[in-house]
């Protein structure tokens, strides 16, 4: 049975099997195109349940996204899940643009705040454009009646946040505002996911919460990501790279890393696994052919 293109993350994220699913991020040349077509066809061949498609800092790939989402939507038989940021949008502008979305059929949304111009350390937000993630759900749920709206989870706190427990209250409030899932940010410790689930439960929150995984290919992926999101690298991880790095081993280290992080969550109630891609999809595909391979289908 074909799934339909109009089905929502709510409801497959609701139903009894796993999810999994992957992002990209729009090409900015002709050989960039290539590789993501490539990867795309590889990975759909994995029947995935949903693929999103990332905004850029202050909306500089606003139309390359949204060409992709419609092209996306309109080709697969998956589902397809917009990242709608509040920086390089004015309100209007993203009304417009959700209004835009749903014209072509699609059904799901990632709101977040967005980064800001990578040049712009103390950069201020214009008057018109919305401040944070928040106002982002309001504005598509005023839009677009219907959809699935999701948002981004932070199981080591979002680094600009003042607390844990401000963090955890900020992803409460835009699940008041109307979302009814979460995505989190990559990690490498899946107890950082089981506690921040546990904590998001007892404070009331009881939307789906997807964990966000990453094949680690090179050691230097692992310290970038640790130090542009904060997020921590288990010692035995890093050194694992670091010997796989001398020895040529470095990608079956992490895709079998990435194999055992994603087996470990969905035996421990996680809904699905969404994967970051980086557009390459050789370990990804590894990783959930093994998934599949175990016995963990795809959702239907």
Not at 52 to 79: H, I, M, N, P, W
Not at 99 to 109: E, L, P, T
Not at 187 to 199: A, G, K, T
Not at 228 to 254: D, F, H, M, N, Y
């Amino acid at each position: 049975m074909t799934r339909s293109v109009t089905e929502s993350m709510h409801e497959l994220l609701y139903r009894r099997n796993p999810m999994f699913s992957f992002e990209f991020f729009p090409p900015k040349d002709e050989a960039e195109k290539k590789v993501l077509a490539a990867s795309l066809e590889e990975l759909a061949g994995l029947d995935p349940c949903f693929v999103s498609v990332t905004c850029g800092a202050a909306g500089s790939t606003r139309d390359l996204t949204r060409d992709l989402v419609c092209s996306f939507q309109e080709k697969y038989s998956f589902g397809v899940m917009a990242h709608v940021t509040a920086t390089g949008y004015s309100r209007r502008e993203l009304a417009e643009l959700v209004k835009d979305y749903r014209r072509h059929g699609v059904m799901n949304f990632l709101a977040l705040r967005g980064d800001p111009p990578r040049a712009g350390v103390n950069w201020t937000p214009p008057a018109d454009q919305p401040d944070y993630a928040l106002e982002v759900v309001k504005i598509i749920r005023d839009n677009a009646p219907g959809v699935s709206v999701g948002v981004a989870a932070y199981p080591e706190t979002h680094p600009s946040a003042a607390s844990p427990e401000a963090d955890l209250q900020h992803l409460g409030e835009k699940v008041a505002a109307g979302a009814d899932f979460a995505v989190t940010q990559m990690f490498f410790d899946n107890d950082h996911y089981v506690s921040f689930v546990e904590r998001s439960r007892r404070a009331g929150i009881d939307v789906p919460i997807l964990p966000g995984i990453m094949p680690i290919t090179r050691i230097g992926q692992a310290e970038r990501f640790e130090t542009l999101c904060q997020v921590s690298v288990p010692t035995a991880l890093r050194s694992a790279l670091e010997s796989g790095e001398k020895a040529g081993t470095t990608r079956e280290i992490g895709v079998s890393f990435a194999t055992a992080q994603a087996t470990d969550l969905l035996r421990r109630g996680a809904p699905g696994i969404h994967f970051f891609t980086l557009n390459q999809s050789r370990a990804c595909h590894t990783v959930f052919a093994a998934l599949q391979a175990m016995g963990w289908k795809s959702n239907r």
